[in-house]
């Protein structure tokens, strides 16, 4: 079992920026693949980005050129650097993990979540 804590949430106005973070406890079975998932209340999850192992990066068309997800293996930590937001980012984002290599899609039956943090981006 893997624990994941986010921080970093907040309100911003439209163009700012935001960096998120989330710890990993320590696994059993290594980790290849961590994600952030984001959901409004009512909608369906959607993937964001996602970073393996060898730290290739994949993300939603949505977010590139944007958002830089982010990892540092020594303090087991994932980051999301989210810059020029728009409201249209409103939403909590969710870190996840699972210990398969990241597929190509972003659609992912993640078997570890975080608790969620909520971004609020105003207009």
């Known amino acids: 079992h893997v624990q994941l804590v986010e921080s970093g949430g907040g309100s911003v106005e439209r163009g700012g920026s935001l960096r998120l973070s989330c710890v990993a406890s320590?696994?059993?079975?290594?980790?290849?693949?961590m994600g952030w998932v984001r959901q409004v209340p009512g909608k369906d999850r959607q993937g964001v980005a996602t970073i393996d192992r060898y730290d290739i990066a994949r993300y939603a068309d949505s977010v590139k050129g944007r958002f830089t997800i982010a990892q540092d293996n020594a303090k087991g930590t994932l980051y999301l650097l989210m810059n020029s937001l728009q409201p249209e980012d409103t939403a909590i984002y969710y870190c996840?993990?699972?210990?398969?290599?990241?597929?190509?899609?972003?659609?992912?039956?993640?078997?570890?979540w975080g608790q969620g943090t909520q971004v609020t981006i105003s207009s």
């Open positions: 996840a993990a699972m210990t398969w290599l990241c597929p190509d899609s972003l659609q992912i039956a993640w078997p570890y």
């Open positions: 320590e696994s059993s079975y290594p980790i290849n693949c």
